[in-house]
């Protein structure tokens, strides 16, 4: 079983409206959890990283949120753009990055 | 453009061989992390490397090597390759430290037939 369990696999929306990705991990220790961006082809772009005591953290349309009791994350996608179809890959940090566990992501397709 | 560069962006090759995967990262990034991402899988951390010392390995076979030389620039040397060897292999760099937010580069596509 993945320590990073994404929801959904794959989302289709319509341009202009939001939709929230999701995402459960499962170990310990903790120390930050990431949402990146990942283009086909292309490397993962950091989104957010937010520390167990950061509750919210935004950049531009894209808002994180990280409640550390229930071991849960959102990625929060506003007025969704076609710009934004990619996979959304959540990574949780324990230390340095090479204690980092990612999800397999989420797949988000945004068309007209 | 994240400021990392890893060549060659495609390399196809068969069993037994050896390749050469190569990073360049940011200017002024002393740390560089190798992964693996194969088809619908999470990346898997290869290796790090800090100002040219080997800091942390993590499940990387036998028959792959890196080093990250005096000018920072680093390679990946994979050998005695298998079909399941097929992936897109990724270099990160960042500054260093707990929390560091990671660069990566667009990626190496090996293909092995």
């Known amino acids: 079983k993945n320590q990073v369990e994404q929801s959904p696999q794959s989302l289709i929306i319509l341009e202009g409206k939001n939709c929230t990705l999701q995402?459960?991990?499962?170990?310990?220790?903790?120390?930050?959890l990431r949402w990146y961006k990942q283009d086909t082809g292309r490397g993962p772009v950091s989104l957010t990283i937010m520390t167990f005591s950061e509750n919210t953290k935004s950049n531009g349309r894209y808002t994180a949120t990280l409640d550390a009791d229930t071991k849960q994350s959102s990625l929060h996608i506003t007025a969704s753009q076609l710009s934004d179809s990619a996979s959304y890959i959540c990574v949780r940090g324990a230390g340095t990055a090479s204690k980092l566990t990612f999800g397999t992501g989420t797949r988000l397709q945004v068309t007209l | 453009d994240s400021g990392v560069t890893q060549t060659p962006k495609h390399l196809i090759t068969a069993t037994g061989q050896r390749v050469t995967l190569r990073c360049s990262p940011r200017?002024?990034?002393?740390?560089v992390y190798w992964y693996q991402q194969s088809l619908d899988q999470g990346l898997q951390f290869l290796i790090h490397?800090?100002?040219?010392?080997?800091?942390a390995k993590g499940n990387i076979l036998e028959r792959f090597s890196a080093q990250q030389f005096p000018d920072l620039h680093s390679e990946l040397n994979l050998s005695s390759l298998e079909l399941g060897d097929s992936a897109l292999y990724f270099c990160?760099?960042?500054?260093?430290?707990?929390?560091?937010?990671?660069?990566f580069g667009s990626g190496t596509q090996l293909s092995v037939l």
């Open positions: 990160a760099s960042s500054v260093g430290g707990t929390n560091e937010k990671l660069f």
């Open positions: 490397y800090y100002n040219g010392e080997e800091r």
């Open positions: 200017s002024g990034d002393l740390s």
């Open positions: 995402c459960n991990y499962t170990v310990s220790p903790f120390s930050n």
